[in-house]
């Protein structure tokens, strides 16, 4: 019953630094998202995905990379790591449009 | 655009006591959807209630009930008899558009008083 996973939980990078953060659903889902997370802010998107080869950005999508390969799995890449980057961030997961999105437990990204 | 605000950062609530947390939101779409999700101190999403636009009846879950006034768009989380439990940060979030993306409030972090 493991729903949405993230991985890394944790990740500090430098500056410059790229990396991917992992996201995996094992419900079949065909809408995934990215939001990022402030202090004060609530949750804002980055990316989206309405299936397998479709994605679609969000509200805040600069800096970041998505693909969709795979039912399952919609990794998140930064591509140049800047300080403003920092903040935790949320894979969710949904099936038809008027259900709720399952949110994996999130990673917390310092880049320092 | 959408937009979600919620106007209370913070609210106090002595426990067994109920609690309503604030929400208006903005959108052009006739067809949308109102969440409220909670966000407990160890930071995972917990979905609580949902509410369609052309829901005519208000939602009910548990302790939990949707204040659902579209001529005025605020939809309200009412929570009955506060729990120890129910201290957390809580987030307004409205699903509109062709792909019903979600558009987050700002929350309203809510501490229940022993």
């Known amino acids: 019953n493991a729903g949405v996973t993230q991985t890394p939980k944790f990740q500090v990078l430098k500056t410059g630094q790229s990396m991917t953060l992992q996201c995996a659903q094992d419900?079949?889902?065909?809408?995934m998202s990215w939001y990022r997370q402030d202090p004060g802010m609530g949750l804002r998107l980055i990316h989206y995905?309405?299936?397998?080869?479709?994605?679609d950005q969000g509200e805040v999508p600069n800096g970041y990379n998505v693909s969709r390969s795979t039912t399952e799995d919609f990794p998140l890449r930064l591509l140049s790591a800047a300080p403003s980057q920092t903040s935790v961030y949320f894979c969710?997961?949904?099936?038809?449009?008027?259900?709720?999105?399952?949110f994996g437990d999130g990673t917390r990204l310092s880049i320092l | 655009a959408q937009k979600i605000t919620q106007t209370q950062p913070g609210m106090f609530v002595q426990e067994k006591e109920a609690v309503t947390l604030d929400c208006t939101y903005d959108?052009?779409?006739?067809?949308?959807?109102l969440f409220w999700y909670k966000q407990p101190s160890s930071g995972e999403m917990i979905f609580l209630i949902y509410?369609?636009?052309?829901?005519?009846q208000n939602a009910t879950e548990g302790r939990y009930s949707l204040n659902f006034q579209k001529a005025r768009k605020s939809a309200n989380l009412v929570i009955s008899a506060s729990q120890l439990g129910d201290s957390a940060m809580y987030f307004c979030?409205?699903?509109?558009?062709?792909?019903?993306?979600?558009?987050f409030g700002s929350g309203t972090q809510l501490t229940v008083l022993p």
């Open positions: 419900m079949n889902h065909e809408y």
């Open positions: 979030a409205m699903s509109s558009g062709s792909a019903r993306q979600l558009t």
């Open positions: 969710a997961s949904r099936g038809y449009s008027n259900q709720p999105q399952h």
């Open positions: 959108t052009s779409d006739q067809s949308y959807g």
């Open positions: 509410q369609g636009s052309y829901d005519e």
């Open positions: 995905s309405v299936g397998a080869g479709i994605t």
